[in-house]
Nanobody, 118 residues
Framework: QVQLVESGGGLVQPGGSLRLSCAAS????????MGWYRQAPGKQREFVAR???????NYADSVKGRFTISRDNGKNTVYLQMNSLKPEDTAVYYC????????????WGQGTQVTVSS
């Protein structure tokens, strides 16, 4: 089993920045991909970004150029640097991890709230 613990959410003004972290523990040998999804009120959960253990990254079009995903394999931690935040980025952000594959991986964190508002 894998446990994922997120941190770093909060309230920020439009145009501001936040950095999310997600630390993995447990059966980490099964993890290749780590990433982030988000879910806004009344909407379905959507993909934000992901990174493989080799450093390959993918981003949703809505966050390209504003968000950067990175990873410290030694600390089993993935980061999401979010810049130029917009009100539409407001959501609960979930860490996601698992073996290499398409779509959401099997392990989820508990979520951290990001609110972008003046």
């Amino acid at each position: 089993q894998v446990q994922l613990v997120e941190s770093g959410g909060g309230l920020v003004q439009p145009g501001g920045s936040l950095r999310l972290s997600c630390a993995a523990s447990g059966s980490i040998f099964s993890i290749n991909v780590m990433g982030w999804y988000r879910q806004a009120p009344g909407k379905q959960r959507e993909f934000v970004a992901r990174i493989t253990s080799g450093g390959s990254t993918n981003y949703a079009d809505s966050v390209k150029g504003r968000f950067t995903i990175s990873r410290d394999n030694g600390k089993n931690t993935v980061y999401l640097q979010m810049n130029s935040l917009k009100p539409e980025d407001t959501a609960v952000y979930y860490c996601n991890a698992g073996p290499l594959g398409i779509g959401p991986r099997p392990y989820w964190g508990q979520g951290t709230q990001v609110t972008v508002s003046s």
